[in-house]
């Protein structure tokens, strides 16, 4: 594959197809994005966006693209802005039409349009940069409505899309995982934590009616087994009415993908979630150990679809900390000796404000808490958010590696920790990935299963 924008590409070009003329069609879907009618989710941030930057630079500062980078141009957050903001000014402003000169906009090229495809898969949308914008400019808005552009004329990451969210819609996973083996996966997950905790646990699969319905990524399964069985123990151990659920009902993936990349194809997930909820009748729904499914259900889902929503929607982590604090889940730290620290994730903490919850969960479980400065609001993103995690195609690995996860190591060793706990499958992912290219002398794990290792049974 050719370079369209830096040493790296994230799209194939299969999915590019950078020798196709597609400007026009482009144009036609940036019209429809800059219609409030059409686009009314995210249209005043967006054209506030496109409208109000005064290039003061205070972003970039924040960025740990830009900085990781050496602070090369390309990676500053208003340039990659700036790509769109000229289409902009030229085509849709009445000063661009008859004047263009007037405000330095030139025509967009096939070349630009294939750089601009490539510029925002080099973004998180972590919105660090909006949070210390003096102006509440945010540059994740203008990446997220250029990849809904680009979806739309069919350009979009096969992980996320034909991997991503038609599969999920398909097969009632992203991992593509039939009921029977979902159910081999539990069954095994029940012989694991028998065989070593030496207590009975009991994991219900498609209860109707439960009090909660705890969904986790689909991936955990696969990938992070130990999350689901940290979530397994915790649910036993308080003694509540709870189930699993399998592709039998519909979606039992908690993922989507389309929250980074098309409306469309978020609408179409969304759906798909609420049906299966609708077939199952949960009080309460539990998301796992993911940060981006918690934003789209906390917040997007109640905001569309809030007539569709009779349950309420919680996450097992706040669940925990509720659990401890009440008593509920007795723990012992001292079964957790080795220091840990908390990464702080993107969905999780500037997006839904999970900060502290966590923070005392550890506290309460782990000997040997510290922090990773900074943190909290200022954290920075370990370069798994927005779909990266599963993006490995033409070094791009390396790309994460050496920009989001150089900082995100120096983070970790600073603490001098041996663990690095989270709280979601995306970071995860990232993180297994920071350590093996930094050869980090650290775990990672999920907060669950710290508090499953914790807790004190009689």
Not at 108 to 118: F, H
Not at 125 to 131: D, K
Not at 415 to 427: D, F, L, M, P, S
């Amino acid at each position: 594959m050719r370079r369209v924008f830096d040493e790296y590409r994230a799209l194939s070009d299969d999915v590019l197809r950078p020798d196709e003329p597609k400007v026009s069609k482009f144009l036609e879907a940036m019209k429809k994005s800059l219609s409030k009618k059409d686009n009314w989710t995210f249209w005043l941030p967006y054209v506030l966006t496109l409208d109000l930057c005064v290039k003061c630079g205070t972003c970039a500062e924040a960025c740990p693209v830009y900085t990781a980078s050496g602070r090369k141009e390309i990676y500053h957050p208003v340039y990659r802005s700036e790509m769109l903001r000229r289409v902009y000014k030229r085509y849709f402003t009445l000063t661009g039409k008859i004047f263009r000169g007037l405000v330095g906009a030139k025509d967009l090229t096939e070349e630009d349009l294939n750089a601009m495809a490539e510029a925002v898969w080099r973004c998180t949308i972590c919105r660090r940069c909006a949070y210390v914008c003096p102006l509440a400019i945010d540059n994740g808005v203008i990446t997220r409505e250029i990849r809904k552009m680009l979806d739309a004329i069919g350009i979009s990451p096969d992980e996320l899309k034909e991997n991503g969210t038609r599969t999920q819609i398909k097969a009632g996973n992203a991992t593509n995982t039939p009921t029977e083996a979902f159910l081999d996966m539990i069954e095994f997950i029940k012989e694991d934590i028998e065989d070593e905790k030496g207590v009975e646990v009991e994991i219900p699969v498609d209860k109707v009616g439960a009090d909660y319905l705890v969904i986790n990524n689909a991936g955990d399964y696969i990938a992070f087994t130990e999350t689901v069985m940290g979530i397994v123990e915790i649910m036993n151990y308080a003694g509540v009415d709870w189930t699993l659920n399998s592709p039998e009902t519909g979606i039992n993936d908690v993922v989507n993908y389309g929250l980074f990349y098309s409306d469309t194809e978020f609408v179409a997930v969304a759906k798909a979630h609420l049906e299966t909820l609708k077939r199952l009748k949960p009080k309460v729904v539990v998301i796992g150990e993911c940060g981006h499914a918690y934003d789209s259900f906390k917040f997007f889902y109640k905001a569309i679809f809030k007539d569709d929503m009779p349950f309420e929607v919680t996450s097992i982590t706040e669940l925990t900390d509720k659990w401890i604090r009440e008593g509920r889940l007795k723990v012992d730290p001292e079964k957790n000796p080795e220091p840990v620290t908390f990464h702080d994730s993107c969905k999780w903490g500037r997006c839904a404000g999970i900060y502290e919850e966590p923070r005392r969960i550890l506290k309460a479980v782990c000997k040997d808490f510290r922090e990773m400065y900074p943190n909290r609001e200022m954290s920075y993103c370990c370069g798994g958010g927005s779909g990266f995690a599963i993006m490995n195609k033409d070094d791009f690995l390396k790309f994460r590696m050496e920009t989001y996860g150089k900082i995100k190591a120096e983070q970790i060793k600073a603490t001098g920790a041996k663990i690095v706990a989270t709280i979601c499958a995306n970071c995860k992912g990232q993180l297994r990935e920071v350590i093996n290219y930094y050869n980090l002398p650290v775990k990672f794990m999920g907060v669950s299963e710290l508090v499953a290792n914790a807790l004190v049974y009689d």
